[in-house]
């Protein structure tokens, strides 16, 4: 109730000062009151073409066309020093009451007829923190994005030291969650680089497509549950199941509706080889296949590989044999997404289990209430309450529950190496920041550029 009534009391004020700016410009001060024309007599008031208007009304671009508006208002107005057009990004539409209540800011007409030319390097300066706003009110937000691998769970589809462009515009760009924040900072040391007293609802543009099985996506890390979706890790992962689809994995196979999932083309699983000799792990690196990791002695070592290099690795003179590392069906672990041992999955033998999707109900019991519980209480912002066979959601008995988002199985092509949805469990919709598109730069762990990586498509 606060937050409306604040922002209740900054639009009358905004009118306000649009009906006394109006005035002093001498023009009717009832315009101000009155929707799109009170934006038609503000660019009459700066010189700025009339075709503006319909630009200010282009979602996502429009911002920058009221930025340059404001910037204007204050120019002509006679705010032109550089500590005015600073004050005017910070504070964008709260310069008007400055502008409109202090008397000696008087209307000097239109720009471009007020003869005033500012320094050359100022306007260069100008111009380029401009650029910056544009990039971080604009591009960053909704339409690209730059991250950087930080982990092996991707490889080798994506390299740690891999630097990636996110496209936004694929799904369709979120509009900020936490719009209060220091620019370009995910995290501030041990503070929060972002103001939590406002938060605004989930809201996602238009994209030009959705989001398909095989899609390498970025998300929020859907934990922990008390910072902002928009302010949580980002994470990289292969969508491998869409809403409404029956998941399993056996034997590390991936299978959607009733039909495996080829396995990406570069990726990655573990396997077991024992030697007829002794070698080092330099050994092996020689024949690429990189260093793997000896087991009790140096003639059984575990590799995480693809399948063709697996092929290759039994063809070497020193390998008697190799097989994949595999959990035996029906052995439960607390590390997948039930944490309940009664449930016998397992990394390699999961499911099988439905995607929650928008709209549809799930029925719900003391069994299966563990697969769908943080969906409820974290996701959905339910209360939950279990009491054996009776379950109650926000205080009333219930058998079923009707999902109100869509969902996502994510998994990282190196299985055997990736926390993901098998552990973590479902991506909600709200937490999808867009597509990984291509690899812009590469570094390896000795600081040297890949340059055959240099803008790989992501695939």
């Given at each position: 109730m606060a937050i409306q009534l604040t922002m209740l009391v900054a639009v009358l004020t905004l009118f306000a000062s649009l009906y006394f700016i109006f005035r002093k410009a001498g023009i009717t001060g009832w315009h101000a009151f009155v929707p799109i024309v009170n934006i038609y007599k503000t660019l009459q008031i700066t010189g700025r073409p009339r075709i503006w208007l319909l630009f200010m009304f282009i979602p996502v671009v429009g911002f920058l066309f009221v930025i340059i508006t404001l910037l204007d208002l204050l120019y002509v107005f006679g705010l032109r020093r550089f500590y005015h057009f600073v004050l005017g990004l910070v504070f964008g539409v709260f310069m008007l009451p400055a502008i409109a209540f202090i008397p000696t800011f008087k209307y000097e007409g239109q720009r471009h007829k007020i003869n005033h030319q500012s320094p050359f390097l100022r306007e260069w300066f100008e111009a380029i923190i401009l650029a910056l706003v544009f990039v971080v009110a604009y591009v960053k937000p909704f339409w690209f994005e730059t991250y950087n691998i930080p982990s092996q769970s991707m490889e080798a589809t994506l390299l740690e030291g891999d630097f990636i462009t996110v496209s936004k515009f694929n799904y369709g760009p979120r509009l900020p969650i936490s719009p209060i924040a220091i620019p370009f900072m995910q995290s501030f040391g041990n503070g929060k680089s972002y103001y939590d007293g406002l938060l605004l609802d989930y809201f996602r543009l238009p994209g030009v497509s959705s989001i398909s099985r095989g899609d390498v996506v970025v998300f929020n890390y859907p934990v922990p549950d008390d910072e902002p979706i928009d302010r949580k890790l980002n994470y990289i992962k292969r969508c491998v199941a869409l809403p409404g689809d029956t998941f399993k994995i056996a034997n590390?196979?991936?299978?959607?509706?009733?039909?495996?999932?080829?396995?990406?083309?570069?990726?990655?699983?573990?396997?077991?080889?024992?030697?007829?000799?002794?070698?080092?792990?330099?050994?092996?690196?020689?024949?690429?296949?990189?260093?793997?990791?000896?087991?009790?002695?140096?003639?059984?070592?575990?590799?995480?590989?693809?399948?063709?290099?697996?092929?290759?690795?039994?063809?070497?003179?020193?390998?008697?044999?190799?097989?994949?590392?595999?959990?035996?069906?029906?052995?439960?672990?607390?590390?997948?997404?039930?944490?309940?041992?009664?449930?016998?999955?397992?990394?390699?033998?999961?499911?099988?289990?439905?995607?929650?999707?928008?709209?549809?109900?799930?029925?719900?019991?003391?069994?299966?209430?563990?697969?769908?519980?943080?969906?409820?209480?974290?996701?959905?912002?339910?209360?939950?309450?279990?009491?054996?066979p009776y379950i109650k959601i926000n205080g009333q008995n219930v058998s079923s529950y009707t999902f109100k988002?869509?969902?996502?199985?994510?998994?990282?092509?190196?299985?055997?190496?990736?926390?993901?949805?098998?552990?973590?469990?479902?991506?909600?919709?709200?937490?999808?920041?867009?597509?990984?598109?291509?690899?812009?730069l590469s570094k390896d762990n000795e600081g040297a550029?890949?340059?055959?990586?240099?803008f790989k498509m992501i695939k």
């Open positions: 590390k196979m991936v299978f959607v509706n009733g039909n495996e999932l080829p396995l990406p083309q570069h990726a990655q699983l573990s396997y077991m080889a024992g030697l007829n000799t002794e070698r080092k792990p330099e050994y092996f690196a020689e024949n690429g296949l990189g260093y793997p990791t000896p087991i009790s002695s140096l003639r059984l070592y575990n590799f995480f590989i693809t399948p063709p290099d697996a092929e290759k690795l039994k063809k070497l003179p020193v390998v008697d044999s190799v097989w994949m590392s595999i959990y035996k069906p029906g052995t439960g672990t607390i590390e997948v997404l039930t944490h309940d041992t009664e449930y016998d999955w397992n990394l390699d033998n999961f499911g099988p289990i439905i995607i929650p999707k928008k709209g549809t109900a799930v029925a719900l019991n003391e069994g299966n209430i563990v697969l769908y519980k943080r969906i409820i209480e974290q996701y959905e912002h339910n209360t939950l309450q279990v009491n054996g988002q869509d969902y996502y199985f994510m998994m990282g092509d190196n299985r055997d190496r990736s926390s993901d949805s098998r552990v973590w469990g479902f991506v909600p919709e709200d937490h999808i920041v867009g597509k990984a598109w291509f690899i812009w550029f890949r340059y055959d990586r240099f």
